[in-house]
């Protein structure tokens, strides 16, 4: 049956016999397009990070209630929630990094001492009434392990913040301490 002219080209080119047809390599260039700004930064952050031992990860945006309600989240309230998932362990879209990078941390905690994860990736923030929900790039570095000095990982990771925003050419950093949630 032939449909349309590619069809009666496919059905001339099987009777004559595809072996007896040319071989020709295609002419011409590459259009070679520069990355986008936004790319660059993105390459040189991994890079950095993965230059100071930490490693990439590359996680699920979606989550199950369980996950959420492990983190502390009630899904019904900071998650969008799928019309039609491919499973109902994935039903939901995270609306913070950190939920996934948590995970990560448990399953892996017992087969490395100490762990140096990143993550650059979306999260999805619920819009309100007819809004449309936000998505937006965030990075997220987590240490985890047994510290042999108190205060080990933060100046590590505050270390790692410094030299980031050098490479970014972003503003003097500065930090402060929270009370830890009780």
């Given amino acids: ?16 016999g595809y072996h007896l047809l040319p071989s ?12 986008s700004t936004q790319f660059v930064k993105e390459q040189n952050v991994k890079q950095v990070l993965c230059g100071a031992g930490y490693t ?7 989550l199950s209630k369980e996950e959420f309600l492990a983190g502390g989240y009630d899904p019904a309230s900071a998650a969008l929630e799928l019309l039609n998932p491919l499973t109902s362990d994935l039903a939901y879209l ?14 892996n905690q017992t087969v490395k001492e100490q762990l140096n994860l990143f993550e650059l990736s979306h999260e999805y923030i619920p819009g309100s ?26 100046f590590k990771v505050k270390g790692l913040a410094e030299h980031l925003g050098a490479v970014l050419n972003l503003p003097k950093l500065s930090f402060e301490e929270i009370a830890a949630p009780e």
């Avoid at 020709?24 to 990355?35: D, F, I, Q, R, T």
């Avoid at 996934?100 to 448990?106: N, V």
């Avoid at 009434?129 to 933060?154: M, N, S, T, Y």
């Fill in 94 to 107: 995270r609306p913070w990094l950190g939920l996934t990078i948590l995970s990560a941390i448990g399953h």
């Fill in 129 to 154: 009434g007819a809004q449309l929900p936000q998505e937006r790039q965030k990075l997220i570095v987590a240490v985890a392990g047994k510290e042999k000095e108190e205060g080990e990982h933060f």
């Fill in 1 to 16: 049956e032939a449909d349309g002219v590619e069809d009666i080209a496919e059905e001339v080119a099987r009777m004559h």
């Fill in 24 to 35: 020709l390599l295609h002419s011409g260039s590459l259009v070679s397009e520069a990355p």
């Fill in 56 to 62: 990439e990860l590359y996680t699920y945006s979606f």
